[in-house]
């Protein structure tokens, strides 16, 4: 039952929106430096560490699949990347729309955080031709969990080797020394932070409550769609929990 | 009440940068109901479906009762469709 708990979970994503919203323009100060452009900082550095973090956990997925062969793990571990792919597409538009009111550019190929977060846009892209060119659903199953496992192991690391560049254009402003941000403005990325993250588990929990159902009106087209063989069981399969 | 509200509320500075703020959060939003208008699609699509099983379960119920012991044999999914469609359609299809 993957529909269970997805109401109150609805629910607090749009209050959590709402709140972080009317944080980000009626509370958050404007930025010294930026001004008003700072406002979507809140909304592009949120999706993407969201779905960066959404990548590793499709890997975390992909990783109970391979040692468990329990295909749920892997209907899992889609669904994952499914959405930080999607959330991906929302950090690049979003970031060059920043790009070209900061710098005048919508794009900047010398900026190691935007390269980067291509690169690992461009290789999350690449598993939906990859996984859907096997045939075996078995083996796609399992070919695709080993994808996930290394692509996900592969973002943390890209992550660290940004960081370690030490670009002046892309400032750390997370950083406790040198001028970190301001109270308020933590606080109204955190709640954003927080906000964007129940957004990716509700569209991950309705994606998955939709394949369940979708898998189930299957199984039960080919219950009906059998001969009737008088046995008095069900043909129906229980349901995948 | 609303008006009191955004009455309060501090003016936000829409100048040359309010236009590119509100196009990285309109962008926001356009993709999530895309996404929206995606699942409820599907969601549309699956209720037809279910809606043709239903009407399949009730005509093999009706023939089983017609012809005890016989059941459904040989009668498939899509002859059930085909008659579920003819029924369903309107004049205007």
Same mark, same amino acid.
């Given at each position: 039952?993957? #529909?269970?708990?997805?109401?109150?979970?609805?629910? %607090?994503?749009?209050? #959590?929106?709402?709140?972080?919203?009317? *944080?980000?323009?009626? +509370?958050?100060?404007?930025?010294? @430096?930026?001004?008003?452009?700072?406002?979507?900082?809140?909304?592009?550095?949120?999706? $993407?560490?969201?779905?960066?973090? #959404?990548?590793?956990?499709? !890997?975390?997925?992909?990783?109970?699949?391979?040692?468990?062969?329990?295909?749920?793990?892997?209907? +899992?571990?889609?669904?994952?990347?499914?959405?930080?792919?999607?959330?991906?597409? $929302?950090?690049?538009?979003?970031?060059?729309?920043? %790009?070209?009111?900061?710098?005048?550019?919508?794009?900047?190929? @010398?900026?190691?955080?935007?390269?980067?977060?291509?690169?690992?846009?461009?290789?999350?892209?690449? +598993? +939906?031709?990859?996984? /859907?060119?096997?045939?075996?659903?078995?083996?796609? %199953?399992? /070919? $695709?969990?080993?994808?996930?496992?290394?692509? #996900?192991?592969?973002?943390? *690391?890209?992550?660290?080797?940004?960081?370690?560049?030490?670009?002046?254009?892309?400032?750390?402003?997370?950083?406790?020394?040198?001028?970190?941000?301001?109270?308020?403005?933590?606080?109204?990325?955190?709640?954003?932070?927080?906000?964007? $993250?129940?957004?990716?588990?509700?569209?991950?929990?309705?994606?998955?409550?939709?394949?369940?159902?979708?898998?189930?009106?299957?199984? *039960?087209?080919?219950?009906?769609?059998?001969?009737?063989? !008088?046995?008095?069981?069900?043909?129906? %399969?229980?349901?995948?929990? | 009440?609303?008006?009191?509200?955004? =009455?309060?509320?501090?003016?936000?500075?829409?100048?040359?940068?309010?236009?590119?703020v509100a196009g990285a959060y309109v962008v926001f939003l356009v993709l999530i109901v895309i996404y929206v208008a995606i699942m409820a699609s599907k969601l549309q699509r699956m209720e037809k479906e279910l809606r043709e099983?239903a009407t399949f379960a009730e005509a093999r119920a009706d023939s089983d009762q017609v012809a005890p012991g016989r059941g459904s044999e040989g009668q498939s999914i899509s002859d059930s469709l085909a008659l579920t469609g =003819?029924?369903? =359609?309107?004049?205007?299809?």
């Open positions: 039952m993957y #529909g269970k708990g997805l109401r109150p979970l609805s629910i %607090a994503t749009v209050v #959590g929106i709402t709140a972080a919203l009317s *944080l980000v323009f009626f +509370y958050a100060p404007l930025d010294a @430096d930026q001004g008003f452009i700072q406002k979507i900082f809140y909304l592009h550095v949120p999706l $993407a560490m969201v779905a960066l973090v #959404g990548f590793v956990i499709g !890997g975390v997925f992909a990783i109970a699949h391979l040692r468990s062969g329990n295909r749920k793990w892997d209907a +899992y571990s889609y669904v994952s990347i499914h959405m930080s792919v999607i959330f991906g597409v $929302a950090v690049l538009i979003t970031g060059s729309i920043w %790009a070209k009111a900061s710098w005048g550019h919508w794009w900047v190929w @010398d900026e190691p955080t935007l390269v980067s977060f291509l690169i690992v846009f461009l290789m999350y892209a690449t +598993y +939906y031709p990859f996984r /859907y060119a096997i045939e075996d659903p078995e083996r796609q %199953a399992r /070919y $695709a969990s080993v994808f996930a496992v290394t692509a #996900g192991a592969f973002v943390p *690391l890209n992550f660290m080797a940004v960081r370690m560049a030490q670009s002046l254009v892309h400032p750390r402003v997370f950083a406790t020394a040198n001028g970190g941000l301001p109270g308020s403005m933590m606080f109204t990325f955190l709640v954003c932070l927080a906000a964007t $993250a129940l957004l990716w588990v509700t569209l991950v929990k309705l994606e998955l409550t939709a394949k369940s159902t979708s898998g189930q009106l299957k199984r *039960l087209r080919r219950a009906l769609d059998a001969p009737a063989s !008088g046995g008095g069981s069900s043909r129906v %399969a229980p349901e995948v929990s | 009440m609303i008006g009191l509200l955004l =009455a309060e509320t501090p003016a936000l500075p829409l100048d040359e940068a309010g236009k590119y099983l =003819a029924e369903e =359609a309107t004049p205007d299809e």
